[in-house]
């Protein structure tokens, strides 16, 4: 074993790009009907947003690390499109189906067609091909067949 350090492959993500990433949320506040962005105050009473607002009860989404092709930050609820399928952006466990077993992480769940309707992928860095088309609660049109 050489006590040279290694050089990355200039095709892996540095580390540091992953660990390192915006860690940006927002929220739905259902009685506003709206998105609210903001950065976490955590307090003996829960997390709080800078104006004080509780956000315990409301669904929480983060920002994944990537853009679409437009440069729009992906979320958790986003509703994302490419030229053949529809997707909603989560984070969790899915099946892998390359790996044929589960695994831990983002993913985008089909939408769209029904034969494909249990698909999930994978989140890939290569996001030039997604476009943010909208989120599960400003657009649940989207969710149905077809929207």
């Not at 350090?5 to 992953?18: A, G, R, W």
């Not at 993913?107 to 943010?132: P, R």
Request: aromatic share 10%.
């Amino acid at each position: 074993m050489s006590d040279k350090e290694e050089q990355p492959n200039s095709e892996q993500v540095p580390l540091e790009t992953i660990v390192n990433r915006p860690m940006d949320f927002r929220v739905w506040d259902d009685r506003r009907k709206e998105l609210l962005h903001f950065k976490l105050h955590d307090t003996d009473q829960g997390y709080h947003i800078e104006h004080g607002v509780s956000i315990d009860e409301m669904p929480t989404m983060q920002f994944c690390g990537l853009k679409d092709k437009h440069g729009i930050k992906i979320f958790a609820g986003d509703i994302v499109a490419d030229s053949e399928m529809t997707y909603v952006v989560k984070f969790g466990e899915y099946d892998d189906s390359l790996l044929d077993d589960l695994a831990f992480g983002w993913f985008m769940e089909n939408i769209e067609d029904d034969v494909y309707k249990a698909m999930q992928f994978v989140l890939y860095a290569n996001t030039d091909q997604l476009e943010v088309i909208g989120n599960v609660y400003e657009n649940p049109e989207l969710l149905q067949k077809g929207g």
